[in-house]
């Protein structure tokens, strides 16, 4: 795989399911493990949210400094910087940020996925998928793979795809930030809400699917297993008298470290009050915050950014904003590099590894698109095309 792309990772799939073997040894979501990189740099600040953006890696309007980060899967599995792609949902531990500049040093890089699995129903009108019998949202900043010519268009009943998303609590559904095929995958994987637990049969489900567990060992199944815990689970691709097999099962969220900074982007997941709320499933304390945008959307479901600082594993928010207010400003994805591939016939090159296309609503500074040669640095601010699997620059910059 050549650098952050639209593109799949089947490349990679070898080492994610061999990663599976340890899945019950590390916690999913959430912030770090350790504080200090491999330099003995601390970690000073927590950001969790949606790639927006690469050179270097861009999460939350901040770009993040990646050239010595370790990289994580959610099994915790050493990665390449390389797999980090456009949409999906990451978790960085970093030094101190410089927000008049908006930049930081990444010590550590987590990323994880919600769904994979096959799709079962595609209803484009509407724009949403099911897959594993949970329903899909597509906005318009999902990114698809640009395999997937034709974006949700391009998706049938059958094929297996992995989706990084937010949880919608309220409705139980996933609003996609990225949709990747998988169809190389040997292994399904959901990461939701218990509900209708049977301690006996060794059953719950997620969503509307039976996820049975009874194959697993006590070790295997984490402590005080209960209705309303977010999970993760592994299984089997072929069910079993309608039951999903499950062949590893663990707690879904991380408890987040200690943290002078932290800016959190996601969905708010539970809600007691106002001052009291989970986003993504991890606890906010908001007695203290601000509240720019008044507090009457703050309900179950609701997509927010928190910013503040985590003490004992809870963040203490100092701000917090409903991202229904600020849409337009997540709607641009950024990238800086330096250009090849470019095709000046169809207006297009690529960038970063992206796929980016540019036409007569572009805006060029510093020079004009004669200017485009390949190697040439630009910056480049864009939305996904109609289909999502490109770039559509609406901005390109030169750079010195």
């Known amino acids: 795989m050549q650098g952050p792309q639209f593109l799949s990772r089947r490349q990679a799939a070898a ?34 949210g949606p790639i927006s ?56 890089i987590r990323f994880g996925s919600e769904i994979v699995g096959p799709v079962q129903s595609v209803d484009a009108g509407a724009g949403t998928l099911v897959v594993l ?12 793979d640009e395999s997937l010519a034709g974006g949700l268009a391009a998706l049938t009943a059958g094929t297996v795809v992995e989706v990084h998303a937010l949880f919608d609590a309220a409705s139980g559904s996933y609003i996609a930030t990225r ?57 089997q691709t072929t069910p079993v008298a309608g039951q999903w097999v499950a062949v590893a099962l663990r707690l879904g969220v991380r408890k987040l470290e200690d943290r002078e900074d932290a800016h959190l982007r996601g969905t708010v997941s539970a ?17 203290s915050a601000s509240f720019p945008d008044g507090t009457a959307g703050l309900v179950l479901g609701a997509q927010v950014e928190v910013e503040g600082q985590v003490v004992n594993g809870v963040l203490m928010a100092t701000k917090v904003e409903l991202e229904a207010n600020h849409a337009d400003e997540h709607r641009d994805f950024e990238l800086h590099g330096a250009i090849s591939a470019l095709d000046t016939v169809n207006r297009r090159f690529t960038l970063r590894g992206v796929r980016v296309g540019y036409g007569d609503a572009t805006v060029f500074r510093d020079g004009s698109a004669a200017k485009l040669v ?27």
């Not at 809600?271 to 007695?287: I, Q």
């Open 15 to 48: 080492v994610l399911l061999a990663a599976a073997a340890a899945f019950v040894s590390a916690c999913g979501g959430g912030g770090g493990d350790a504080d200090t990189s491999s330099a003995g740099e601390t970690a000073t600040s927590f950001a969790a």
């Open 53 to 108: 953006g690469f050179g270097s890696v861009i999460v939350n309007g901040v770009r993040y400094d990646d050239s010595s980060a370790t990289v994580l899967d959610d099994d915790d599995g050493d990665r390449s910087r390389d797999v980090l792609r456009l949409g999906m949902m990451v978790e960085i531990d970093g030094t101190q940020i410089n927000r008049a500049a908006a930049q930081g040093k990444a010590l550590r």
């Open 374 to 400: 390949d190697g040439r640095e630009v910056e480049v601010k864009g939305t996904p095309s109609a289909d999502r699997t490109t770039l559509q620059a609406s901005l390109i910059k030169f750079e010195d």
């Open 271 to 287: 809600l007691s009050s106002t001052a009291s709320f989970e986003v993504n499933g991890l606890p906010v304390d908001a007695r």
């Open 179 to 235: 949709i990747e095929d998988e169809d190389d995958s040997s292994l399904y994987k959901l990461r939701g809400v218990i509900a209708k637990l049977d301690a006996a049969a060794k059953t719950f489900t997620i969503g509307s699917e039976v996820i049975n567990y009874a194959g697993l060992s006590v070790a295997d199944v984490p402590n005080g297993l209960a209705n309303g815990q977010r999970v993760r689970v592994r299984l």
């Open 133 to 144: 019998g949970q329903t899909v949202r597509v906005t318009a900043t999902t990114v698809f």
